[in-house]
């Protein structure tokens, strides 16, 4: 499996087709055939033959021995050791988000980025750069969206929205005032409010149409740990998820995906 992605850059545009299917689903294609499997990336077959010579086999059924022979498990990190310690964080900010999660809501956050025609993701901060994230994934999907990381642009492009708009708000604290007033005023304007949020009581609870509360990572026992924005890029991984079940959003997600990669690695 290493060799495949230390090999990537180098392999054609067909053959990263096929290199991407053995990183992301290694078993399923232990069950495949050459053409079951070139049909489903819609390579051909000398595509694969290609590749598989790449990777130092003779055919595909001998990269199939191979790709069988690789381990399925990562190695955990070594118990006592800083990796294991922010492991652990990990293991109990995505626990405790989990707990808190209702699927229903979540349902209708995705079916209304689905139904408006203009999705804003607001955020200052470090919410701020999960805010940018989340707006180029709903790009790459056709879906029309736009980061507004400053306050002062919040609050103006909150006072030009209109009903079909919808604001996707990141805040830890859910009291942030600049914030809060410019999701106020949008709302004022017809807007939709969306929060994800590390507090159950808060001013941006109080004022959304739909809420989500994930687990606050200042409340788990790590003073060192500063990723403050882990439980809230858990739920919007799961949020995009869930948008990627429509055809059409995972077919312009594949095709951004496939220019982006074509563009910075070398195209034969």
Do not use: W
Request: hydrophobic fraction near 40%; charge should be positive; include cysteine.
């Amino acid at each position: 499996m290493q060799t495949v992605e230390n090999c990537y850059p180098e392999l054609s545009r067909q053959e990263r087709k096929v290199a991407l299917k053995v990183m992301q689903s290694p078993e399923e294609i232990q069950g495949m055939s050459i053409s079951r499997l070139a049909k489903s990336i819609k390579v051909s077959n000398a595509t694969i033959t290609r590749f598989v010579k790449k990777m130092h086999c003779k055919n595909f059924s001998e990269f199939k021995l191979l790709l069988a022979k690789t381990p399925a498990t990562a190695t955990l990190p070594t118990r006592g050791t800083i990796a294991d310690d922010v492991y652990t964080f990990y293991q109990k900010v995505l626990q405790a988000t989990q707990e808190l999660l209702d699927p229903d809501v979540l349902k209708q956050i995705v079916s209304l980025i689905q139904k408006n025609q203009r999705i804003y993701l607001f955020g200052l901060g470090s919410s701020g750069y999960t805010a940018n994230e989340m707006a180029q994934r709903l790009l790459r999907m056709g879906i029309t969206a736009f980061a507004v990381t400053d306050s002062h642009m919040m609050y103006i492009t909150s006072g030009i929205m209109r009903h079909g708009d919808m604001i996707l708000v990141l805040s830890t604290s859910g009291n942030t005032q600049e914030v809060n007033q410019a999701a106020k005023v949008a709302q004022q304007n017809q807007a939709q409010v969306v929060a994800i949020t590390g507090f159950q009581h808060s001013p941006l609870i109080e004022l959304s149409d739909l809420a989500v509360v994930v687990k606050n990572s200042n409340f788990v026992d790590n003073s060192r740990f500063v990723n403050s924005q882990f439980a809230l890029t858990y739920v919007l991984d799961i949020m995009t998820t869930m948008l990627l079940e429509n055809d059409t959003y995972r077919t312009k997600m594949d095709q951004t995906v496939e220019l982006i990669m074509n563009n910075k690695l070398k195209t034969k």
